[in-house]
């Protein structure tokens, strides 16, 4: 496999996305001696951290776990002011590895890949993209994110609305000042409710419309404690090996013992009040063991949440409004947040029910629902994304077979490990549907893959195998795998964007793995040790030639 002039656009492996996935995948691209090319519709390096600026964005996972782990100096030297990440800071970072590690060279940025086609008898993927560039590879890496596809707002008479409207996930790079508007947040996800808190303190009245009360933490978040700095970084690596080795991929929490119906009411109140204390999605949901498994004994932890939000907001029917009764806590992506419920005792806040009263449509000066309309000079969508899947249906990903993505995944994503596709050799793609991305620490998640990703690419080097592809049994089993999972759970109870319920019209099928990452990265171990069991190769250059 030889290096190719970048000119002429020809490369050894493509990647779509600079996220902390991609450039991860450039890293370790680069060292095995491929030439790469990284193509980025963004400005910048970093993904989620680079388009969500909203007011209050920040990680709900610890900093000092939320981070690359494949250097370490690089976790050695970088300092986390807080527990939790902002925005900025993460930005910061991920801005410092693409530095450290020389990335920016190889990345194309404000170009958006519209079009990737393979060509069996060349085993290569041609893109195509909005620039008008076309460039050729024997591998195709997506890394083209989980939650980065912002789910426009459809809404009648939106273009017509004579103040500002922002989606949370393309906030502008200079920021919003609210300072004396009436506002509008549409949504109540954890980009809601994460920039909530901070709106109502500049807006003049900030209104609130919720669908569907979600259940949200205390982050508890401080500056961060420098003996707990210096502790965790004198055992990082054991902790980041540690983490493979629990279900969401976080270190740290001492795993759960026993069910909770088996503690006595008492003990169980004092379990919660010290998670509750503590702060952290991990540690409550690690209370007891079968918390995500049996609705019994989640009413117990989703039931203490709700007495929390009627003891702290004080209007009797807004605490009612708020406290979640559609699904069992920790089925949809449990959310930190810092003065959410607080946030309603303020006398500039109102929470308006769309459930019972949907959106009928954008004015000119506002926004109407079936009891009236409210003014507003500005309005905040916090509508999430079109999740797992959105960001490869919007490339046009076909091969000379006559197959495309968007005819095999109509009736939801299938694939084997989440990381490659049956009919679409050479193209991997980093925490794709199936795997366990969304439901883990995802830095972590992105390093696995992309280390399984090369050593893939080096095992067919090392044979003279121009191609690999999955099998067709081996994903059919795979998904099925996947779905048998989360039927054990209670993650399908959940109208959440997990299964697309988010989207009107996509299909409803679970899509994350859930069967943890312990589990999950033990297959692809053996996968892997197996020569890749599952997978089947094209003939080496070598083969070709001879057969021509
Ligand atoms: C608000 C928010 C908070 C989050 N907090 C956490 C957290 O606390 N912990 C956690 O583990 N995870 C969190 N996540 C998930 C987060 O997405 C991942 O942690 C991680 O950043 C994903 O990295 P990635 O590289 O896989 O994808 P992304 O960061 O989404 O990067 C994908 C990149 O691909 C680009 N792209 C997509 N399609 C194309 C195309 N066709 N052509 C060119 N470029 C393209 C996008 O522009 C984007 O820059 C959060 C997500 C959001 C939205």
Known sequence: MSAHSPEHGRYDAIIVGAGVGGLYAIHRLRKLG??????EAGGGVGGTWYWNRYPGCRCD???LEYSYSFSDELQQEWRWP??????PEILRYINHVADRFDLRRDIEFNTRVKEALFDGPTSTWTVKTDTGKTATARFCVMATGNLSTPRKPDIAGLESFKGKWYHTGLWPHDGVDFTGMRVGVVGTGSSGVQSIPIIAKQAKHLYVFQRTANFSLP??????????????KAEYPARRRAAYDTPFGIAGYPPPVKSALDATEEERLKAYEAKWAEGGSI?????????????EANDTASEFVRRKIRATVKDPKTAELLCPNDHPIGTKRLILDTDYYETYNRDNVTLVDIRSKPIQEITPTGLRIADGEYALDAIVFATGFDAMTGAMKEI?????AGLSIQAKWQDGPRTYLGMMIAGFPNLFMITGPQSPGVKSQMILAC????????????????????????EEAAEDAWVQHNNEVADRTLYPLANSWYVGANIPGKPRVFMPYVGGVTAYKKKCDEVAANGYRGFHFGASFKEQAAAN
Request: hydrophobic residues 30%; negative net charge.
């Open 61 to 63: 996972v610890e900093s």
């Open 396 to 400: 046009d990903i076909r091969t000379d």
């Open 283 to 295: 540690s409550y949901l690690y209370s007891y063991t079968d918390l995500l498994l049996n609705k």
């Open 34 to 39: 491929l030439s790469v090319r990284a193509f």
């Open 82 to 87: 807080e527990r939790y990440g902002t925005q």
């Open 219 to 232: 982050a508890r978040n401080v500056p961060m404690p420098p003996d707990k700095e210096s502790a965790h």
């Open 447 to 470: 390093e696995q893959h992309v280390d399984w990703i090369t050593d893939c690419i080096q095992y067919l080097r090392d044979r003279g195998l121009t191609c690999i592809e999955a």
